[in-house]
């Protein structure tokens, strides 16, 4: 019976538009808006309530639906700020690798480096103690011919005395001189060839 009675409302909404005034014939017509909005809301008002039902599941299942999209796009954005959170840790990540194998190369570097310098360093202290132990032994050699030049020379000194003495023995003896003059004499040399 409702029905019916919507159908009723929807032919009197009919017969009202076509007792309206045309302006323009097919485009535009001059209605009564206060008759249209009653009729409007009694064909409401008519409808059967499985109509009103299902028209407030549409509009929940287009809440709902609105809700979902809300919350899947929400999703699909922390899952995007996770993605680039996690990519930009990756990337710091592979920063720090790349900055830690270029430290590990530049110490490296500076170790051989280091090393390279303290083999010259030492390659020349052993060349300088090496040309130094030269000179200390030449030196050595000049002392010790110097050393041994001058006993020479002492010994050479001392062996004319003695010969002198030797001499002045002999001449003492040959001119048969008393033995106290003698031994004076023999004192006197024995005293020259001392100091």
């Known amino acids: 019976m409702q029905q019916n009675g919507v159908f009723d409302l ?53 809440e709902l639906q609105a809700e979902a999209q809300y919350k899947a796009e929400k999703i699909v954005m922390d899952a995007q700020a996770e993605a680039e959170r996690k990519l930009s840790e990756a990337d ?35 060349s300088g103690a090496a040309d130094e132990a030269v000179k200390i032994r030449q030196g050595a050699e000049v002392y010790a011919q110097q050393v041994l030049d001058n006993l020479e020379r002492d010994l050479t000194q001392l062996q004319q005395i003695v010969k002198n003495g ?23 040399a024995a005293d020259f060839v001392i100091k």
């Open 10 to 62: 929807l032919r009197l909404l009919e017969m009202t538009l076509e007792e309206s005034f045309p302006l323009i014939p097919g485009r535009f017509a001059v209605v009564k808006p206060k008759e249209i909005e009653l009729l409007i809301d009694r064909i409401y008002g008519a409808l059967p309530m499985e109509v009103q039902e299902a028209k407030a599941l549409l509009l929940r299942r287009d």
């Open 166 to 188: 030797q001499a002045y023995m002999e001449k003492l003896r040959g001119e048969s001189q008393p033995q106290a003059a003698l031994n004076e004499k023999a004192a006197k």
């Open 92 to 126: 710091f990540i592979k920063a720090l690798e790349r900055e830690g194998a270029r430290i590990r190369v530049q110490v490296q570097e500076e170790c051989e480096e280091i090393k390279r310098t303290a083999m010259e360093e030492a390659n020349m202290i052993r």
